[in-house]
């Protein structure tokens, strides 16, 4: 009954981290961390779907096995064209993968060496793959408990394969001529961003500044706990890299100082995300999907044959304003092909409760709905779907003490975890808003808001008895709505 619409989940069986993403012979590939046989985590496996479109997923068969004790844990997968690996068979090129693997055995030991960096390969594009048994691990352990999560890129300047992954409490960058012997390069993060957990699941790549010729080096760090709104989060920082070090841009250095950590979304449930590797140069996007779920109470959630979901797949942007960079995120352009009926109202005006949609009259269980709220006073915006058992989520925007906020603990089920729904979600603004752009993906048990184009974005689930019917809005001094545009999908 909580299955969402259109975002993924594997039909049955336990979901969490994406991983090894990448774009190959008209497909784009996800696999995750996957446990088939229950409903919480367990001896992890990486689950495979494809999508051609990366909206609509089909689930492929089980990509990589566990052996026995040695679970099969977060990573990443490159497609090597010029086979520097020397694993292809010379038909396609062979696709290698990069992953943790974890030594449960020596977990329960209370061993250091638990965690180190293996390789598998695939020669038909990613659909079925064999380990690299002769010549793993390809990273060991260096006495480091928490060493995981290896996210592996080519670096087109130097003409070498990077690496980045989580040790502990900081991101370590390592470089390859063939993708089995790596040299570490150096750490980054000791003392900068936020520490409130491990880190967990980098990623590293080069992105131009919109617009412009520059390029600057992204780092994304998700940590557990400690994230924006407690919990799973996901960080990034932005500077330069020489092939050696990366170092923070002098302004995001100011700007994660006095931020403690500038984050990727600040709703709950959007962490581990990752971006995808090989999309055609001809495409030149930067394309993130996150796990919709939160360590807090992912395994607890009212769902049972499976659990979790993925984000709505989003393209990433890096933009300079003055002298700040920022990276923006937006859903996928491609889910504007699933528009099935649209509603455009110019502009909405006056005191009171406005209704935005009326019960019956969209199907707010997969709907996009855009506008702009103009002529904003020093109060706050709030806006309410409901249902007609009386459930309801409000969001908005509170314009006296500029920020976005979130509260879903009037939004059905949320008895099975006291994390859930006990605070509300903030996402603090730079000052007083004179004008507010919302985009707002709604699935039948989540809400993405994207706010000014992505500049900020709140991802959160919800398990609500019935679904959603209606959307209204209210503020003290009275609002104006301009381009409202309601946009009705048909996905599956
Ligand atoms: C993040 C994570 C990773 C690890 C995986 C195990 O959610 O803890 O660090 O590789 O999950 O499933």
């Not at 497909?27 to 494809?50: I, R």
């Not at 940590?223 to 920082?237: I, M, R, V």
Request: one cysteine or more; aromatic letters at 14%.
């Amino acid at each position: 009954m909580y299955r969402p619409n259109f975002h993924f989940t594997p039909k049955k069986g336990w979901m969490n981290d994406p991983n090894g993403m990448f774009y190959a012979n008209g497909y784009y590939h996800l696999f995750y961390q996957y446990y088939p046989d229950g409903n919480k985590w367990g001896p992890m496996h990486w689950g495979h779907a494809t999508s051609k479109d990366l909206v609509k997923w089909e689930e492929q068969p089980i990509a990589i096995y566990p052996d026995n004790d040695k679970y099969i844990f977060s990573g990443s997968a490159v497609v090597d064209i010029n086979n520097t690996s020397g694993l292809g068979t010379g038909k396609t090129a062979p696709i290698v993968a990069i992953y943790t693997l974890h030594d449960m055995t020596k977990e329960k030991e209370n061993k250091i060496d638990v965690e180190q960096q293996d390789i598998a390969y695939s020669n038909d594009n990613g659909f079925t793959w064999q380990k690299f048994k002769e010549g793993n691990p390809v990273v060991k352990n260096p006495g480091i408990r928490d060493f995981r999560d290896p996210k592996a890129t080519w670096d087109e300047t130097r003409k070498q394969w990077i690496l980045v992954l989580a040790a502990q409490d900081r991101s370590q960058f390592y470089k390859s001529k063939d993708l089995k012997n790596w040299e570490y390069l150096s750490d980054f993060g000791k003392n900068i961003g936020a520490h409130g957990g491990v880190w967990e699941c980098p990623d590293f790549f080069p992105i131009k500044v919109k617009g412009t010729n520059e390029t600057k080096w992204v780092l994304i760090q998700s940590l557990n706990p400690g994230g924006a709104n407690g919990g799973s989060g996901t960080q990034y920082f932005i500077g330069d890299f020489d092939g050696t070090t990366f170092t923070l841009e002098s302004n995001f250095a100011k700007r994660t100082a006095r931020e403690k950590a500038v984050w990727i979304d600040y709703g709950k449930d959007n962490y581990a995300g990752v971006t995808w590797n090989n999309v055609p140069v001809a495409d030149g996007r930067r394309l993130f999907i996150g796990w919709m779920s939160n360590w807090e109470y992912a395994q607890d959630v009212p769902t049972f044959a499976w659990r979790s979901s993925t984000t709505i797949a989003r393209e990433i942007q890096l933009i300079k304003k003055g002298n700040d960079y920022s990276l923006i995120s937006n859903p996928v352009k491609e889910i504007n092909k699933y528009v099935s009926k649209t509603i455009k109202e110019k502009s909405l005006k006056g005191k009171g409760k406005l209704s935005i949609v009326e019960a019956g009259k969209i199907d707010l269980t997969q709907a996009i709905v855009n506008f702009n709220l103009k002529n904003l006073k020093p109060d706050t915006y709030t806006f309410t779907l409901s249902n007609a058992i009386g459930e309801s989520l409000t969001f908005g925007l509170n314009n006296s003490d500029h920020y976005l906020f979130l509260d879903r603990s009037k939004a059905g089920k949320n008895d099975f975890s006291e994390k859930f729904a006990s605070t509300i979600t903030k996402a603090a603004l730079e000052g007083n808003q004179k004008e507010g752009v919302f985009k707002i993906i709604l699935d039948k048990t989540s809400i993405e808001l994207f706010y000014n184009n992505g500049e900020k974005v709140i991802t959160e689930i919800f398990f609500t008895n019935q679904p959603f019917t209606s959307l209204s809005v209210s503020s003290n001094e009275g609002v104006e709505l301009s381009d409202l545009v309601i946009n009705q999908l048909n996905i599956n």
